[in-house]
């Protein structure tokens, strides 16, 4: 098997680390991950935090929604122990964190602009900045289910990757996503059919989808030379494409 699937661990080990915290994203980097994929919005004075959800309740001992919180507000909240005690006092890391570790690894980083709910004005820019102060645009994804995002994005460097995500079972998505300029299908796990994996191999477009977690998913995305696979079980994936490859 020549095309290697990578391995993108999904909001970092979140299998067996609280999500999106430096603990999951560290986890990740030591279990040997090719990539690692997060979630980012804007805090109340405009600092991008990496936290899925648009309020803070379920991953933290807070409530309310992220854009009300300032980021040193939100930096006192606990985001840890709501996956389990251990992980106590756990914090909401802000993008500049992340990258301050991440630019100085190979890892390519997928980072999902939650600008759907809240539309987040300015966050592109925010972010793209960012990027380019740590230099690794080179290795860097930008998705997002708002696809106008994405195309800001592109209006702001035309060299920037980006991948649209969907959830539906779109035909030939590949030509939609040339038409806003990306480079990617991040699809909803069962709408990678293999019409959608031949038909996009055609076109030359990767396919990374989510959130492939079962043992048997895994093994045939890996078989079907599938780009990548976003997963919330890295170790996992990495230990079955090695049994695949080793066979």
Known sequence: MSNKTLIFAHRG????????????????????????????QLTKDDIPVIIHDEMVDRTTNGSGWVKDFTYQELESLDAGSWFDPSFEGASIPTLEQFFDFYSQTSLVINVELKSGVVRYPGIEKIVLELINKYKIRDRVIVSSFNHYSLVEMKQLDPE???????????????????GIGAEGLHCYLPVAVPELLVGAAKAGMPVR???????????????????????????????????????
């Open 13 to 40: 080990s979140a299998g067996t680390y609280p999500e999106n915290t430096m603990a999951a994203f560290s986890a990740a980097f030591n279990e040997g991950v090719d990539g690692i994929e997060l979630d980012v």
């Open 209 to 247: 989808p989510f959130v492939v977690n079962e043992e048997q998913h895994i093994t045939n995305l890996i078989k079907a030379g599938c780009d990548a696979i976003m997963t919330d079980w890295p170790e996992r994936a990495i230990q079955i494409r090695e049994s695949l490859l080793i066979e």
């Open 160 to 178: 920037i990757e980006t991948a649209i995500l969907f959830m539906e079972g779109l035909y030939e998505p590949w030509n939609y996503a040339k």
